[in-house]
């Protein structure tokens, strides 16, 4: 039997060989994709900066904590000692209805009367009220910065923690390029779970900043007010020492009674 012809010039029939481009090993791809999972398979420097964060955040509930029970109990210790000043006609009776030796209208009270103690063989009695009122002026201004003590930390925190977070995810993306090298592929299963876990540091960096901002603002308020009531109390310690001195009777006179 004879072979059929073949036609001339006609290439040998071939099987096309399965390309292998672009084919990911299914074992090698991350499986735990929560928030943990990509913080435990994130870059040692990319886990500093979430653990920084996330320890800053743990300072600004903290602060805001503290700070909340101090401010509410000071203003309520304050505005309890201006009622108390409302109703005093004269410094030595002021003196004894704030009993309390803790606050900064017991300051006020005491740093004129120390003020008129010492002043005691001074005739001009407005050189005196302008020296007390000077101590006054120092009584408030402590007591402000001590109430203002520990909402700085909530300004650097807000202000300096997405740039912190950004740091974290700029080099958790340089891991995974360099991992694109490495692999030499550029399929989306191997790029995507490296790029999660540095945007997730972006992610701890605005979970820091945005609570610290909220509550420094709130404190900023807060605090203004607590200054005006302290100004409110330096007022009427002044306008109580100048009662007194206008009935020509010293104030330490009357408080040594």
Same mark, same amino acid.
């Given at each position: 039997?004879?072979?059929?012809?073949?036609?001339?010039?006609?290439?040998?029939?071939?099987?096309?060989?399965?390309?292998?481009?672009?084919?990911?090993?299914?074992?090698?791809?991350?499986?735990?994709?929560?928030?943990?999972?990509?913080?435990?398979?994130?870059?040692?420097?990319?886990?500093?900066?979430?653990?920084?964060?996330?320890?800053?955040?743990?300072?600004?509930?903290?602060?805001?904590?503290?700070?909340?029970?101090?401010?509410?109990?000071?203003?309520?210790?304050?505005?309890?000692?201006?009622?108390?000043?409302?109703?005093?006609?004269?410094?030595?009776?002021?003196?004894?209805?704030?009993?309390?030796?803790?606050?900064?209208?017991?300051?006020?009270?005491? /740093?004129? *009367? #120390?003020?008129?103690? !010492?002043?005691?063989?001074? %005739?001009?009695?407005?050189?005196?009220?302008?020296? @007390?009122? $000077?101590?006054?002026?120092?009584?408030?201004?402590?007591?402000?910065?001590?109430?203002?003590?520990?909402?700085?930390?909530?300004?650097?925190?807000?202000?300096?923690?997405?740039?912190?977070?950004?740091?974290?995810?700029?080099?958790?993306?340089?891991?995974?390029?360099?991992?694109?090298?490495?692999?030499?592929?550029?399929?989306? /299963?191997? *790029? #995507?779970?490296?790029? !999660?876990?540095?945007?997730? %540091?972006?992610?701890?960096?605005?979970?820091?900043? @945005?609570? $610290?901002?909220?509550?420094?603002?709130?404190?900023?308020?807060?605090?203004?007010?607590?200054?005006?009531?302290?100004?409110?109390?330096?007022?009427?310690?002044?306008?109580?020492?100048?009662?007194?001195?206008?009935?020509?009777?010293?104030?330490?006179?009357?408080?040594?009674?």
């Amino acid at each position: 039997m004879m072979n059929a012809p073949t036609t001339p010039g006609a290439a040998p029939s071939t099987e096309a060989a399965p390309t292998t481009v672009g084919h990911v090993n299914a074992e090698k791809l991350p499986r735990d994709l929560s928030p943990w999972g990509m913080f435990m398979q994130a870059d040692i420097i990319v886990k500093a900066v979430m653990i920084g964060l996330l320890l800053a955040s743990v300072v600004t509930w903290t602060v805001w904590l503290a700070k909340t029970i101090e401010l509410f109990f000071a203003k309520r210790r304050l505005r309890s000692h201006l009622r108390k000043l409302a109703a005093a006609n004269s410094l030595a009776e002021a003196a004894q209805l704030v009993d309390s030796k803790r606050g900064v209208v017991p300051s006020m009270i005491s /740093a004129a *009367v #120390a003020e008129t103690r !010492a002043s005691w063989d001074v %005739a001009d009695k407005y050189a005196i009220k302008e020296r @007390i009122e $000077a101590r006054l002026d120092r009584v408030e201004l402590a007591a402000g910065r001590d109430i203002n003590r520990g909402t700085g930390v909530l300004a650097t925190i807000g202000s300096t923690a997405p740039f912190v977070g950004l740091f974290g995810t700029v080099w958790g993306i340089m891991n995974s390029f360099i991992g694109i090298s490495e692999a030499q592929t550029t399929n989306l /299963a191997i *790029v #995507a779970p490296g790029i !999660a876990e540095a945007l997730l %540091a972006t992610a701890f960096g605005l979970v820091a900043a @945005i609570p $610290a901002v909220i509550v420094y603002n709130h404190f900023a308020r807060a605090i203004s007010g607590y200054k005006a009531l302290a100004g409110d109390a330096s007022v009427a310690v002044l306008g109580l020492v100048s009662r007194d001195f206008d009935r020509g009777v010293r104030a330490e006179l009357r408080a040594a009674e």
